[in-house]
C-alpha cells in the first residue's frame, strides 16, 4: 500500500512570514470549482462579498448576507488544499459590537473551515479586532477605499488625495495592525500612501489599487479572467478573455442546436436489443 502525503494548507504564521519577502498571492474565489483551479498557484484565496455583484447582480456588496458567506466559503474550502481561505464578514454583521462580530465570525469560521475572517474598517474596528483574535479567529483588516463604506465616501474614487485622508488611512493601518490583524488589504489608495503604509505597519500588505510595493497582490478573479466585460476599473490587469470565447462558445453551440448538428450520433445513445 502506497502512502500519500496530504497537502499542508498555508497558515496565517505562513502568511505572516511573507513580510518584505516573496509577495503574497491572492485572487477572490467564489465556487468549489474555481477554487480547484486558482489554488495551485495561490497563497490566499479570498471569499469576498464580492461574490454579490459577480456571482447575484447586485449594484453592491450591500446586500450580502451570512449565509451567502457561509455557503460559498465552505465550497471554497472543500475545492481547495493549499491556499489560506479568508471569508468576508458581510455589512452589518459585525458593526453592531464584538460580541456581534464574534458570533458571525465563529459561525463562518466553524461552518466553512475558513483560516480567517476580514472586515473592513480602521481605528473604529480596533476593540472589535481585539476581541476576534484573543478569542482565537484570526482576522484581515481592511482600509483604503471600504466598498461596504461606499455611501459615505460618495462612491470608489481613490483615497488619499489629500492631508486628510492620508492621516486617516495611515492612523486606520497602525490600529488594524496594533489590534492583532495578521495582514491587511489597502484599497484604492493612491501610490505612495500605499508605500508608506507597508513600511509603516509590521504586517504583511495585500494591495489592490494600490502599490507594487505591498507585501502581496489581490484582484477579483472574474476581472483578472477577463468575464465581466463591462468595463474594466483601472487596477486591474486581464490576463485572459473568456468573455470572448464564452460568448463564442454559446453562439457555436446554439448554431448547432438550431441547424440539429447538435447532437450527433457520437453523443446519442443506441439501442441495444438483448440477444434471443
Known sequence: MSATTAVKRLSVPDI????????????????????????????????????GMVLYGLPSTLGVTVDMMVAHGAAVVRGSHRAAVVVDLPFGSYQAS????????????????????????????????????????????????????????????????????????????RAVAEAGAFSLVIEGVVEPLARQVTELVPVVTIGIGASAACDGQVLVS??????????????????????????????AYAEDVRARRFPGPEHTFAERRPKV
Open 222 to 251: 472574474d476581472d483578472m479572467l477577463g468575464l465581466f466585460a463591462d468595463f474594466t476599473p483601472r487596477f486591474v490587469k486581464r490576463y485572459a478573455d473568456l468573455a470572448t470565447q464564452v460568448g463564442a462558445a454559446a453562439q
Open 98 to 173: 464584538p460580541e456581534q462580530a464574534f458570533r458571525v465570525a465563529a459561525r463562518i469560521v466553524a461552518e466553512t473551515g475558513a483560516t480567517a475572517v476580514k472586515l473592513e474598517g480602521g481605528e473604529e474596528m480596533a476593540t472589535t479586532i481585539d476581541f476576534l483574535v484573543r478569542r482565537g479567529i484570526p482576522v484581515m483588516g481592511h482600509v483604503g477605499l471600504t466598498p461596504q463604506a461606499v455611501n459615505v465616501l460618495g462612491g470608489y474614487r481613490a483615497r488619499g488625495r489629500n492631508d486628510a485622508e492620508q492621516a486617516k488611512i495611515l492612523g486606520d493601518a
Open 16 to 51: 505572516s512570514a511573507r513580510k518584505g519577502a516573496t509577495p503574497v498571492v491572492c485572487l477572490t474565489a467564489y465556487t468549489a470549482p474555481m477554487a480547484g483551479l486558482l489554488d495551485p498557484h495561490c497563497d490566499v484565496l479570498l471569499v469576498g462579498d464580492s461574490l
